[in-house]
């Protein structure tokens, strides 16, 4: 039987050898491996493209933000003093799935990547349900599109500076603009854009109607002008408590002009797309190594990958999952692409190789001998928390050395709480889920209260979990931005998340310009 030809044999890469790789990852991921994906479009990028990648949030279309030049400008400072290097890749959840690769990669890691973000990511992507849920991978790149030219039309007519306001109060609710629990009505980019022209061709041309029937002698409103007294006694309300701050200054803000409600409605569109990701850093990076990891080896075994690519991919992988210890300088806590690759490999173990201790503690996966399936069932159906509470084992955790350690405030000593005993196991992986779960991660702050028969002033309440309260100058300092998009006074009240007891109230902050 003659020997099968390598698919690329110098290290420097052409289009030719790209293509050839990518059958063959292909080939392996979808006929052997199963992978359901998006359509691919694969792109070349150099650094300096990774950079402005780096600061538009990753995506190919964006709007203009003077943040993002400074992200820019900071990520290539750092990268021109050596002090940061760029990613392999970056994979954009859409439809056609769209991954960057560096231009100064070599073949293999070239190939790597692909297998990586190409079908690793792009698996997960299509296919976890949170994603699912939340997204729409075929509608994102021509809602970016419409975006950025939307914001370009209003810095256009209204000025840069003014949109600049907007976005800059947008950008700092922006954490605080998402539905977290709400089924979210999935609306196409065309019928937005479309919805989007007709408000403003509306607020351009017209009044309100029901207002010229009425009052035939007033003069019309400007067409930037925000809702009028009656408009708002015939607006339907948003009922309250509402999580999403953006939705409600969209839909209830007095004084705010139509267009500054699309440029909220923009910035809140975006945030909800990113928002999958929060949850499931660990998962989607462990699917993606753990895919790469398995097409990688197989390129090898077949004989398409030559041992020094093999060996180049090893050094590459290794440091990809490398975590260091807790006294090493560079420990920054646990490294997602290690926990995740681990807890991959180990659901593969479980359900091909398990012992004893398995079968107790997995009892419906220990054996079955479909380690894909099980995996694929895990990528569709958990996000971190949920996967690491169900999945985390204590081969894992002796692996990684887990405990769990416990102080308040005031002490000056750690106590062990949990060590490596059946009960300690459970107290570590309960422990550790809850770090993954951004409902006790990212601060829980509501409108409560907005008056608009009164003084029109906006209470917002934030509910402290263990008592943990928010910073006052950064409180501060986001309280201005949502005043300015009120028109009116803000107030934040904060809460024991348990008891509902007052823990602080923040000084009332007045809207500037």
Not at 84 to 113: F, K
Not at 197 to 225: G, H, K, V
């Amino acid at each position: 039987m003659p020997d099968t030809p390598l698919l690329f044999a110098e290290a420097d890469w052409s289009y030719d050898a790209l293509q050839r790789a990518y059958d063959a990852i292909q080939e392996i991921a979808i006929g052997e491996l199963g992978l359901d994906v998006y359509p691919n479009q694969i792109e070349v990028i150099t650094a300096e493209q990774m950079l402005d990648a780096y600061a538009s949030i990753g995506m190919p279309l964006m709007y203009q933000h003077w943040s993002f030049g400074k992200h820019f400008a900071y990520n290539e400072m750092l990268y021109r003093k050596g002090a940061r290097g760029l990613a392999y890749e970056i994979v954009i959840n859409s439809s056609p799935c769209i991954s960057y690769i560096m231009e100064d990669n070599s073949m293999a890691m070239q190939a790597l990547v692909m297998a990586h973000a190409a079908f690793g990511h792009n698996h997960f992507f299509k296919n976890n349900n949170l994603f699912r849920q939340w997204t729409d991978a075929e509608a994102i790149l021509d809602y970016m599109q419409f975006a950025k030219a939307y914001i370009a039309r209003c810095e256009e007519r209204y000025g840069a500076r003014e949109v600049e306001r907007v976005l800059d109060a947008a950008h700092a609710l922006m954490d605080h603009g998402v539905n977290r629990y709400q089924r979210k009505r999935r609306v196409s980019p065309k019928s937005t854009e479309q919805r989007a022209r007709d408000r403003l061709r509306y607020a351009e041309q017209s009044y309100d109607d029901l207002w010229q029937r009425t009052n035939p002698l007033d003069t019309p409103r400007e067409p930037d002008a925000g809702w009028r007294e009656e408009d708002l006694r015939g607006m339907q309300p948003v009922p309250l408590p509402e999580e999403n701050l953006l939705y409600f200054l969209e839909k209830m803000a007095p004084k705010l002009a139509p267009w500054k409600r699309e440029v909220l409605r923009i910035v809140r569109q975006v945030a909800q797309y990113f928002y999958p990701q929060k949850q499931t850093k660990v998962m989607n990076e462990g699917c993606a190594t753990y895919v790469h990891y398995r097409i990688m080896n197989r390129l090898h075994e077949k004989g398409l990958l030559s041992d020094g690519g093999m060996l180049e991919f090893l050094h590459s992988h290794s440091s990809v999952i490398f975590q260091p210890d807790f006294d090493d300088k560079r420990y920054s806590g646990i490294n997602p692409y290690a926990l995740g690759f681990e807890m991959m490999t180990d659901i593969e173990r479980i359900c091909e190789r398990p012992t004893d201790e398995d079968r107790q503690w997995f009892p419906a996966i220990a054996g079955n001998g479909d380690a894909m399936g099980t995996l694929k069932d895990a990528w569709a159906n958990y996000r971190d928390e949920s996967f690491v509470l169900q999945f985390l084992s204590p081969t894992v955790m002796r692996r990684f050395k887990m405990f769990r350690l416990s102080a308040g405030e005031d002490d000056s000593d750690y106590v062990v709480e949990a060590i490596h005993n059946e009960r300690g196991y459970h107290k570590i992986r309960k422990s550790l889920a809850r770090r993954y779960d951004v409902a006790l991660t990212d601060p829980n702050i509501q409108v409560v209260e907005a008056n608009l028969d009164g003084d029109r002033t906006l209470v917002l309440r934030h509910e402290a979990i263990g008592g943990r309260l928010l910073d006052r100058d950064d409180a501060a300092a986001v309280l201005q931005h949502a005043a300015n998009l009120w028109g009116y006074p803000v107030a934040l009240e904060e809460v024991d998340a348990a008891s509902q007891a007052m823990l602080r109230e923040h000084d009332r902050v007045e809207p500037i310009g």
